[in-house]
């Protein structure tokens, strides 16, 4: 690993509308489901509020604690993995909460970590956010059928060519391809049928891995309710995602829970990014901000 990569700092995605609707107030309770490179967190803690920052990878935690004035009375870190958010502020003795924020996609840093995340990396499909989960990206693809693959890609990724790069990926993990190298297979699929898609070829294959790896949206699910059962009456919850299977599960889960009277939601249309952020940071092109506020009891 490259220690040299956290010495930037990383560029959070919408975070000035974050703040917006999660309108920190100084001594107040909020919660960052997915600390990252720490910016949504750090900027709770300097408006004054009391943050508990969460994250599954023990080094981000580390990092945090190296780049930022913290831990410290006023802003607590855990390793943990969000779907256990509501376990957490009970024995933090950290509820009820007055936000909570969800940033689910992957800081830059992980991208230069060797972990197979990166079309770019010489590093072996690994794609794991905690160090404590058992099965790689290459792992899982050993493990399942060609059938079992192809359906993930489809449903997961609505990948259009899913036959041909489940029987790709079988051969690769087979031979030891690397990220980089089992990326360029994905794009030669491709290529052979003239097609060139804006971003990279293999991005919604990744995605799939990453999803499968680390049980993300099953997690997120968890998650959400864990968020809600946290939240004082009047608290917000912001979730921003990164991909339209995400987006979808907290688009049904706050309609759900509007139905159902416990949340009023308060983006009717997913929140984009301006041009110039998106400019600013690539990363940030397929951002989306939904938020919403839990109801009185």
Known sequence: MNKNVFRSRHQPVLLAAAMKYLDPKPGER??????????????????????LSLD???????????????PNASWRLRVANFADLAQVCQKE???PLAGVVFDLGLTKWHYQLGRGFSFQENAPLDMRLSPELPQTAADIIAASSLAQLEKWLLQIGQERFAAEIA????????????AAEIAEGIAEIYRRHHVSPRNNPATKTFLVLRILVNQELENLKKGLEGAVASLAAGGRLVVVSFHSGEDRLVKQFFRRQEREKRLKILTRKAQRPAAAEVKQNPLARSARLRAAEKNEN
């Open 56 to 70: 599954w990878d023990p080094l981000m935690i580390d990092q945090a604690k190296k780049h930022y004035p913290c």
């Open 30 to 51: 909020y919660l960052d489901a997915t600390l990252g490179g720490g910016s949504y967190s750090y900027t709770l803690y300097q408006k004054g509020a009391r943050v």
């Open 167 to 178: 029987q790709f990926l079988k051969k690769a993990v087979g031979r030891g391809l690397m």
């Open 93 to 95: 003795k950290f509820c």
